[in-house]
């Protein structure tokens, strides 16, 4: 049956009565003005055959009309009066919302940053409380942001539901996550896996408590429940993220190798809540990253200079990823990008992150058991060291995500006068696996394709050369830890 069509006699309170629009309505329904959502008055003059009734009906509605208007027209001022408005409070922000879910973690690098991506668009940000657990709103600007950090998993499950633009996490996707959300793209690839920021996780212990250092060994003891009293102190007591935690699985996977965490551990929605309540017991620990201590006290689970974390040499040191799906929002896409620039970077090291920005670097202080080859010395010594180490993604000749932004990092570099006429050098490195000779050769592949890369971007370099397994950066006995060895140093000759 076809539609009904009805006006709007609303003159002066409804702009579809002003403009005399026709309003269709379904055989059934309620002939409401879905403006105003006054009754509304058919349209159309009875056919003929219709009951006497109906027209004598239609007769008085449409004498009615007629002494409203003639009404407003006689009002001593000559103006109708004021029309009756729906009272549902403050008018909802009309910008485009872009929704970011996943890790507590990324999420508080999240919310800053898209408060600076407001201001750069010449924005006044504005920061609410979201209506879910963890959840924060940033408006302001021509785009707002809605930021839910309930843990990594809950990051990819969002995206699967359809109820996020972007996923963070603190932990690279699994292969799993990959097939079950194929529909959105190649989450793994370089064009959807980002590096937002580097992350360093620390233990936090009471304020009051006198450790200054804290061994892997021991550490593990205590997340185990194995050690159960600080030694000359209190009870100890694990306090930990909830599961689907990427920090909680970090430091189980890190110091238990895949053991439990203590049965009794307190758990906490957020890294805010683990702070406090680490803070709140004198035998409490937790690890979270360092960003996040602000009651509690952080010890350092590696004596690791600011190289070996910006080029992630650091076992505690990590990466937190943004997810880009295919179909992907254009303020999406802007916003991630936004996240990665200079000026972005340069907040999250305000926040305690480790940022992407590469410096230049007298060369470190050389390993003497075993001590580097002699060409790896020789080039040392004759060298500045860029902040960075490039890697490329798994079983693959192919730079990684965060590894091609190196490379426009480094070009940046080059720019500067003061590095006028100095040169790249490219030293490649291999994991342990295989044989002494393949590695080798493996190793000045991988220079050798960095250099490629270089060379498209307007940059020869001077040297390029490998090492094979020689000089390791993390134990080969893991493949997180050959992983990281397996890598490019960028030097820059003096």
């Given at each position: 049956?076809?539609?009904?069509?009805?006006?709007?006699?609303?003159?002066?309170?409804?702009?579809?009565?002003?403009?005399?629009?026709?309003?269709?309505?379904?055989?059934?329904?309620?002939?409401?003005?879905?403006?105003?959502?006054?009754?509304?008055?058919?349209?159309?003059?009875?056919?003929?055959?219709?009951?006497?009734?109906?027209?004598?009906?239609?007769?008085?509605?449409?004498?009615?009309?007629?002494?409203?208007?003639?009404?407003?027209?006689?009002?001593?001022?000559g103006k109708p009066p004021e029309p009756e408005r729906k009272q549902d409070g403050p008018k909802p922000d009309a910008s485009p919302v872009v929704r970011l879910k996943g890790s507590n973690t990324v999420a508080l690098a999240a919310a800053t940053l898209a408060e600076e991506f407001i201001r750069s668009k010449g924005g006044s940000?504005?920061?609410?409380?979201?209506?879910?657990?963890?959840?924060?709103?940033?408006?302001?600007?021509?785009?707002?942001?809605?930021?839910?950090?309930?843990?990594?998993?809950?990051?990819?499950?969002?995206?699967?539901?359809?109820?996020?633009?972007?996923?963070?996490?603190?932990?690279k996707i699994r292969a799993a996550e990959v097939d079950s959300l194929k529909a959105l793209g190649d989450l793994a690839s370089n064009a959807s896996e980002k590096v937002v920021a580097l992350d360093v996780v620390v233990a936090a212990v009471h304020p009051s408590n006198g450790a200054a250092t804290l061994s892997e060994a021991d550490?593990?003891?205590?997340?185990?429940?194995?050690?159960?009293?600080?030694?000359?102190?209190?009870?100890?007591?694990?306090?930990?993220?909830?599961?689907?935690?990427?920090?909680?699985?970090?430091?189980?996977?890190?110091?238990?190798?895949?053991?439990?965490?203590?049965?009794?551990?307190?758990?906490?929605?957020?890294?805010?809540?683990?702070?406090?309540?680490?803070?709140?017991?004198?035998g409490g620990i937790a690890f979270l990253s360092r960003a996040f201590v602000s009651k509690s006290k952080a010890i350092p689970m590696a004596a690791a200079t600011s190289l070996r974390q910006e080029t992630e040499a650091d076992p505690w040191t990590r990466r937190l990823y943004f997810y880009i799906p295919a179909n992907a929002s254009?303020?999406?896409?802007?916003?991630?990008?936004?996240?990665?620039?200079?000026?972005?970077?340069?907040?999250?090291?305000?926040?305690?992150?480790?940022?992407?920005?590469?410096?230049?670097?007298?060369?470190?202080?050389?390993?003497?058991?075993?001590?580097?080859?002699?060409?790896?010395?020789?080039?040392?010594?004759?060298?500045?060291?860029?902040?960075?180490?490039?890697?490329?993604?798994?079983?693959?000749?192919?730079?990684?995500?965060?590894?091609?932004?190196?490379?426009?990092?480094?070009?940046?570099?080059?720019?500067?006068?003061?590095?006028?006429?100095?040169?790249?050098?490219?030293?490649?490195?291999?994991?342990?696996?295989?044989?002494?000779?393949?590695?080798?050769?493996?190793?000045?592949?991988?220079?050798?394709?960095?250099?490629?890369?270089?060379?498209?971007?307007?940059?020869?370099?001077?040297?390029?050369?490998?090492?094979?397994?020689?000089?390791?950066?993390?134990?080969?006995?893991?493949?997180?830890?050959?992983?990281?060895?397996?890598?490019?140093?960028?030097?820059?000759?003096?």
């Amino acid at each position: 049956m076809a539609n009904l069509k009805f006006k709007c006699t609303n003159f002066g309170g409804c702009t579809k009565a002003d403009k005399k629009e026709i309003v269709e309505i379904a055989p059934g329904e309620e002939p409401l003005c879905p403006e105003c959502e006054k009754r509304l008055f058919p349209a159309n003059p009875p056919a003929a055959g219709t009951p006497g009734w109906v027209k004598a009906l239609l007769g008085v509605t449409l004498l009615l009309a007629v002494a409203i208007g003639g009404w407003w027209a006689t009002r001593p001022d000559g103006k109708p009066p004021e029309p009756e408005r729906k009272q549902d409070g403050p008018k909802p922000d009309a910008s485009p919302v872009v929704r970011l879910k996943g890790s507590n973690t990324v999420a508080l690098a999240a919310a800053t940053l898209a408060e600076e991506f407001i201001r750069s668009k010449g924005g006044s940000p504005q920061r609410t409380a979201g209506p879910g657990p963890n959840e924060t709103r940033i408006s302001g600007g021509a785009v707002a942001f809605e930021i839910q950090g309930n843990g990594s998993d809950s990051g990819f499950a969002a995206l699967g539901a359809g109820q996020a633009d972007i996923a963070m996490s603190s932990r690279k996707i699994r292969a799993a996550e990959v097939d079950s959300l194929k529909a959105l793209g190649d989450l793994a690839s370089n064009a959807s896996e980002k590096v937002v920021a580097l992350d360093v996780v620390v233990a936090a212990v009471h304020p009051s408590n006198g450790a200054a250092t804290l061994s892997e060994a021991d550490a593990a003891k205590l997340l185990s429940g194995e050690t159960r009293q600080w030694p000359g102190g209190p009870a100890a007591r694990v306090h930990s993220r909830a599961p689907g935690s990427a920090t909680r699985d970090f430091a189980a996977t890190r110091l238990l190798k895949g053991g439990a965490i203590a049965a009794d551990a307190v758990s906490a929605a957020s890294s805010e809540a683990l702070d406090a309540a680490v803070a709140a017991d004198p035998g409490g620990i937790a690890f979270l990253s360092r960003a996040f201590v602000s009651k509690s006290k952080a010890i350092p689970m590696a004596a690791a200079t600011s190289l070996r974390q910006e080029t992630e040499a650091d076992p505690w040191t990590r990466r937190l990823y943004f997810y880009i799906p295919a179909n992907a929002s254009p303020q999406a896409r802007e916003f991630d990008e936004f996240a990665r620039s200079k000026p972005a970077q340069k907040k999250l090291e305000e926040l305690r992150f480790v940022g992407q920005t590469p410096e230049v670097v007298p060369p470190p202080v050389l390993p003497v058991n075993p001590p580097p080859p002699p060409e790896y010395t020789g080039l040392a010594s004759s060298s500045e060291r860029i902040t960075i180490d490039l890697r490329f993604r798994y079983a693959s000749r192919e730079l990684d995500s965060k590894a091609l932004d190196d490379l426009g990092r480094i070009v940046e570099i080059l720019k500067d006068p003061k590095y006028a006429g100095r040169h790249i050098v490219l030293i490649g490195f291999a994991d342990s696996s295989g044989n002494p000779a393949a590695n080798l050769v493996l190793s000045k592949d991988r220079a050798a394709a960095v250099a490629d890369e270089l060379r498209r971007r307007g940059i020869q370099p001077a040297v390029i050369t490998g090492f094979g397994a020689s000089l390791p950066v993390a134990p080969n006995d893991t493949e997180e830890g050959r992983e990281k060895n397996r890598r490019v140093e960028v030097w820059l000759r003096k």
